[in-house]
């Protein structure tokens, strides 16, 4: 079966609460960043849930949400999906220590920089891409390891074997 290789366009998650913010936003990427597939989740709780379903490149999220905030959301992301960087987005000022605290690929201040806005995004899906080359590397380099090992016993055996059969003539 000749199957060609499947060109997967990036695909970023936003998330907020705020339909304008998230209509914005979305917009933006779209206008932005052509090639990527944009989704919406107007909830950590539903941006988890979609996470379960599909793996995206990125996640920008909104902070301060009603349910699951986006503090809870990049604790959750990096349990589901740990190659998948979430840039935080907020207008409280007061929160920066807890963005960086939680683990957050990155995070800007609302109303969001585009230009910035857009580089970051543009950084977390290569940071994201290039993470799972490395997760794949070390899960080939492993099994090449164990392999080789295998040949080695293999090798000894057959040496092994061929030394008795060689005295027993």
Known sequence: ENRKAEIKSPRILIVDDDPLCLAGMKDLVSIHLPQVCVHVANSG???VTLNRAREFD???SDVQMPGMDGLSLVAEIKRIRPHTPVVLMTAAMNLMPLMVK???YGFMRKPVNRRYCVT???HAMMYSSLSKLVANAK???QKAIETSAG?????KAELGESL???NEE
């Open 45 to 47: 709780d539903t941006a």
């Open 58 to 60: 990125a996640i920008l």
């Open 102 to 104: 939680c683990g957050a």
């Open 120 to 122: 970051a995004l543009q």
């Open 139 to 141: 899960q080939h380099s």
């Open 151 to 155: 040949l080695l016993w293999l090798g």
């Open 164 to 166: 008795t059969r060689w």
